[in-house]
């Protein structure tokens, strides 16, 4: 393998989790001098390492394209031949046990499109680390496995850069001759070097100050362009909430004086936890009614908690190794929804999370790139920041809670932070600290860490009237993925509960484990066949399939007492209708109508519940549900439903859009919950086919207090071919051209569009004044809306994928990153018709061809193509 990595052309290496070893060489403390320049910055690093272990290794520092202006041990400056460089790493023979490392390189961080290391975005220089970026900035040992004490010290223009940002507490500050400042700041908790981060520029504080369970006041600021501080004030007051339900939900206390949050608009994903100082991407800091949509203001919530929580999940105990990035992904992403339900609706959340994890999840666990929540092997673990690492691992979190309840979780954790603080952790060390803190065997459930696929539940009930007893059969298979033929069955915990017909009452909720390939579970004193209601609340990541008639899965839409099971009885009762239609079986749509107008029509539910209870499946969903997909058919079937259902209940939607319309602007659950269920009945009505339709629409648009309802509208007039919809679409453009995170709706907005020429018209939006590569978001704006959009990105020509392999190969040059995240759409070839198959498989094998393609994109596609 050696001699293959020195060649530019080899195949990358491949890292396995069975190959662990603890490091050679220890860094306890690291002591950095930032000379600040955009275009040549200078970091001399001091590294106090020490021996780990008896052996005889040299010292391996990582990096990644730096080169060694100057290295010395001990104050001594080494010749060339005293150190060599081995695919860009630094190794230096050592003879003593410890010793000072120092090094000094050159970057140029207007230069560095990858936006990991230091890179200039706007103005700014800001730093990204994890997972490897720090081997970018300095020459290190990059493993999370190390911890350090840091010291950094920073110089930069005074004019250009006033605000000298890093992580832990400012201990020092002063001018210099020339128009020069400096800074350093000291960080008293060992961290491993992914949470290293710097930033400087010229930023505005939105100040403010959270007194802690302990009483301690910490200093608390989020930094943004000035102009950008009026729509701070969402972040920071989810900050503060974020602070207090620590406390008071796991007993976790902030441990720093101060908690600095800074806003960049070029980041390659949401945003960084950094130790005292998170790094955002701004689409999840800055909001307000004008420019942020009620989901945005949602996201930021989610966000800043997020990397709040972080700081115990994550930082006071992080990851041995990559392999575990679940540890702390899984855990606080499940920390970050709970929050959101508890500052919400517990409901609605759980639906919101639900359709993510099926929308992203479950169609990674049915690809090429399937993988366990602990996975195996990887070629670069950028493309390991997955929905299964992240969602799938906190329902995973989320099982565990509820086979323990409230109160025996809270000791598991505490068990769990108590134990490993301070220190480098892995899944395995979380599943113990459940089963030793908690009380309960956890051997047959570790396998949800260690098989990928989502396991199918077949559940049948049979009723013996005679005996007035129920048994309730459920059989779980979990299918093949990529290098796991064949798999053990699974510990699947189902919320079930029983009703009955005649009252529409049920029994109560049972717990049931599934942890056998087959299972009877036995229900009696029944006096009429009940109707099943199983794996409420999403109590498991699993395909449920059950042999409910239409009717019963009506009676569960309108009687279920779980709203999770209330929807998603709705859900499938929609998703029989049009897969039935599509597979040219006689269905029944009057069962569907009856059920909206129901729902619709019920006062006593949450109008946000009602809203999404109501929408149909999306094409994508539908697409998951066919042996083939067959997005033309989805997208006529869908259609044609929608406009069914828009004209048979057009007088329900009119009343419920003109009662819905808010008497000025507020962000309360009522308030954003009638705005949802408003949008939802704007879209059937529009899509009706009534004569006003579009002209209900612009209106709506064009007298909109908040960017929730006009944005909504311009969807909804951006999927028909009104003079409107041009009108909406140059009045949006006009109004928001110069503020990049409100654009960037535009660009969406067009490309999510049901339009029969969305294609050629995203291919258009390419090559707009506007478009740029350079910025994430942007690309994720146009191009990663575009993928999400079945019936346009499959459009039967090709041409949807060819555009999306055009763009992975230019920006594979300049932000491998975020071009490799755009490949899974294509490698899902498998699941469509050989037509297209062949189409997505040329493409793919075109990318593959370009010279000097990333490890990112290499891995994915490679992949893809098996
Ligand atoms: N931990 C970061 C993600 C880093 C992604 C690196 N490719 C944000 C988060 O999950 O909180
Ligand atoms: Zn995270």
Known sequence: MADMQSSPAAVPTIIRREDYRPPDWLVPAIDLDFDLDAAATQVKATLGVSRNGAHDRPLRLDGDDLTPLRVSVDGQILEEGQWHLD?????????????????????????????MGLYASGGLLCTQCEAEGFRRITFFPDR??????????????????????????????GDLPGGRHWARWTDPFPKPCYLFALVAGDLACNADRFVTMSGREVALGIWVKEADLPRTAHAMQALKNSMAWDERVYGREYDLDVFNIVAVADFNFGAMENKGLNIFNSRYILADPDTATDVDYDGVEGVVAHEYFHNWSGNRVTCRDWFQLSLKEGFTVFRDQNFSADMGSHAVKRIEDVRILRGAQFQEDQGPLAHPVRPESYMEISNFYTATIYNKGAELIRMMALMLGPERFRAGTDLYFERHDGQAATCEDFVIAMEEGGGIDLRQFRLWYEQAGTPRVRALLAYDAAAGRATLTLEQSVPPTPGQADKEPMAIPLRTALFDPASGQSGGDHLLLLTEERQNFIFEGLSAAPILSINRGFSAPVIVETDRSQADLAFLSAHDDDPFARYEAMQQLMVNVLVGKIAGQPVDEDAVLA???????DSALDPAFVAEAIRLPSEAYLGDQMAIVDPDAIHAARDGLQSRIGSELETLWRDIHARTKANGF??????KGARKLRNTALLYLAASGAEDGASVAFDQFDQADNMTERQAALATLANGTSVERDAALDIFYQRYRSDALTLDKWFQTQAFAFHADTVDLVQELAHHQDFSLGNPNRVRSLYGAFTGNQWAFHHPSGKGYRLVADCVIALDKLNPQTAARLVPPLGRWKRFDAQRAGMMRAELQRILAEPGLSKDVTEQVSKSLE
């Open 144 to 173: 999370p496995d190390i911890l350090s004490r840091y010291s950094v010290h920073m110089t930069a223009d005074k004019q250009l850069y006033p605000v000298l940002l890093a992580n832990g507490d400012p201990v020092g500050q």
């Open 595 to 601: 059920a909206i107008r129901n729902t619709a029509a």
């Open 666 to 671: 507020s962000l309360s659950a009522a308030a």
């Open 87 to 115: 695919a860009g790493a630094l190794v230096i023979p050592l003879t003593g046990d410890t010793h000072q490392i120092e090094t000094l390189v050159e970057l140029t961080p207007a230069e560095n499109s990858k936006l």
